[in-house]
């Protein structure tokens, strides 16, 4: 699954999880936790062919921090955003490009006064990467 590559490429390199206080979530965040981040998959784009391959994908990364975080989620949020923006091959398995969507981060405050920023990639994956 494209997440567990994504989840693997960040943590492996240390952006997330280990020692950063920062713990990394797949299609879910905990509520209780103020310093996480969290990638969920999204609608994507239409099937390439009738086989409904898909080589165009979406995702979304989200970042949040206590309620007076700012400067720390911004940073974090930036880190995350520079490893994957542009990133291919050489750090993603079978993705031919990962870009963002918009540039700068989508800033919100949840009903708890918490920082959170998201920004959504769009991924071109390589035709060999597909499962028949």
């Not at 490429?9 to 990394?24: A, F, I, R």
């Amino acid at each position: 699954m494209f997440l567990d590559d994504v989840y693997n490429y960040l943590t492996s390199y240390g952006y997330v999880n280990g020692n950063t206080g920062w713990p990394l979530y797949e299609g879910y965040m905990p509520d209780d936790q103020d310093l996480t981040v969290a990638i969920y998959e999204t609608g994507g784009y239409p099937a390439d062919t009738l086989m409904r391959e898909n080589q165009r994908i979406t995702f979304q990364l989200r970042v949040r921090g206590s309620r007076r975080d700012y400067a720390r989620v911004r940073q974090k949020w930036q880190d995350l955003f520079n490893a994957l923006q542009d990133a291919d091959d050489t750090l993603l398995q079978g993705v031919a490009l990962c870009q963002a969507m918009h540039y700068g981060p989508l800033a919100f405050t949840d009903d708890k006064g918490r920082v959170n920023m998201t920004v959504n990639f769009r991924v071109t994956r390589q035709p060999a990467t597909i499962a028949r």
